[in-house]
C-alpha cells in the first residue's frame, strides 16, 4: 500500500518561514505530479502549488513570490518552502501524488493526512 506522510507544520509567525515535506512509501512504480493543496473550516481545497515528475511548476496567484515547490525523485519526497508567512496563510496543508502502481494500471491519486499551519503573533 502506498502512502503519503507529511511533516513540518506548525506555528510561525507573521512573516517568519515553515517548510513541509511529503514522503511517498510503499510499493509502486512511479509517481507523476505532486503537490500541495490547503484547506480552512468551512472552504474548499485549494490548490497551492504542484510539480511534475520532469520538474515543471504551478502555483496559486497566493502562492507566487513566496513559496517554492520542489520534489526529489530519488527520495519520493516533495516539499514546500513557505516565506513571507501571513495570516491568511494559516490552514491544513495536504500533499498530493498522482501514483502508478504498476506500468499497466491508472494513476492513483493519493492524499496525505494534512499538517496543521498556524501564523500568528
Known amino acids: 500500500q502506498v502512502q503519503l506522510v507529511e511533516s513540518g507544520g506548525g506555528l510561525v509567525q507573521p512573516g517568519g518561514s515553515l517548510r513541509l515535506s511529503c514522503a511517498a512509501s510503499g510499493s509502486f512504480f512511479s509517481i507523476n505530479t505532486m503537490g500541495w493543496y490547503r484547506q480552512t473550516p468551512g472552504k474548499e481545497r485549494e490548490l497551492v502549488a504542484a510539480i511534475t515528475s520532469s520538474g515543471m511548476t504551478n502555483y496559486a496567484d497566493s502562492a507566487k513570490g513566496r513559496f517554492s515547490i520542489s520534489r526529489d525523485n530519488a527520495k519520493n519526497t516533495v516539499y514546500l518552502q513557505m516565506n513571507s508567512l501571513e495570516p491568511e496563510d494559516t490552514a491544513v496543508y495536504y500533499c498530493?501524488?498522482?501514483?502508478?502502481?504498476?506500468?499497466?494500471?491508472?494513476?492513483?491519486?493519493?492524499w496525505g493526512q494534512g499538517t496543521q499551519v498556524t501564523v500568528s503573533s
Open positions: 498530493n501524488a498522482a501514483v502508478r502502481r504498476r506500468s499497466t494500471t491508472p494513476l492513483l491519486i493519493l
